[in-house]
């Protein structure tokens, strides 16, 4: 039996049977994915936004089942669904461009700065000089955020031995800044977890 919703809509009744519901989503899904894959397909990038899109699109239609139409009229309904997941999908990417460019810009102005420039190859090159156990350690430090009883627990150390292991790297970390003669010595970060050396 049909009942007419607002705007004058046609609708089936709700299924009380959890099975018939299932079987006619399924019968829905069947006919309809390719021709609506197809729809993604030739209005997205790439296949994994369609795969997006065409999931987006069943999804609703799993959620508003009662809604979809049946025969023919039910395919119209999901391309009209799938035209408006990618609206949704176009803005998004609109504000991850405008971002990304902006971000772009502002790096580009910054990356011009040629004491900034300096100043991070003498890091990198600084850092870069270190042995790879003295990288590791402070990377933990400044990157991963890690205190010393925890360092420990990833070096399969004690806590005294990361304090001691961790001055040493910091004492060769500032002599190889310092050795960068044409940039001045930048001021180490304070320890990220507020314990001292």
């Given at each position: 039996m049909w009942q007419v919703s607002k705007g004058a809509t046609l609708r089936y009744p709700q299924a009380a049977d959890p099975d018939?519901?299932?079987?006619?989503?399924?019968?829905?899904?069947?006919?309809?994915?390719?021709?609506?894959l197809g729809y993604a397909l030739r209005r997205t990038g790439n296949g994994d936004d369609a795969a997006d899109v065409v999931a987006e699109t069943f999804l609703t239609a799993w959620r508003r089942l009662?809604?979809?139409?049946?025969?023919e009229d039910a395919r119209l309904w999901l391309?009209?669904?799938?035209?408006?997941?990618l609206a949704n999908h176009y803005r998004g990417e609109r504000r991850k461009t405008e971002l990304a460019d902006r971000l772009r810009a502002d790096l580009a102005v910054t990356c011009q700065d040629p004491e900034y420039t300096g100043s991070l190859a003498g890091i990198a090159a600084a850092f870069g000089s270190l042995a790879g156990?003295?990288?590791e350690l402070l990377s933990l430090v400044a990157w991963e955020g890690l205190g010393?009883?925890?360092?420990?627990s990833v070096l399969g150390c004690?806590?005294?031995?990361?304090?001691?292991?961790?001055?040493?790297a910091r004492s060769r970390f500032a002599a190889a800044l310092s050795s960068q003669h044409d940039q001045p010595r930048p001021a180490l970060a304070p320890i990220a977890n507020g314990e001292a050396p």
């Open positions: 018939e519901r299932r079987r006619r989503f399924e019968a829905i899904y069947t006919v309809n994915c390719g021709p609506i009662d809604d979809v139409p049946s025969g391309y009209g669904v799938a035209r408006r997941v156990a003295d990288r010393h009883a925890e360092i420990a004690s806590r005294n031995a990361v304090r001691i292991r961790l001055h040493r």
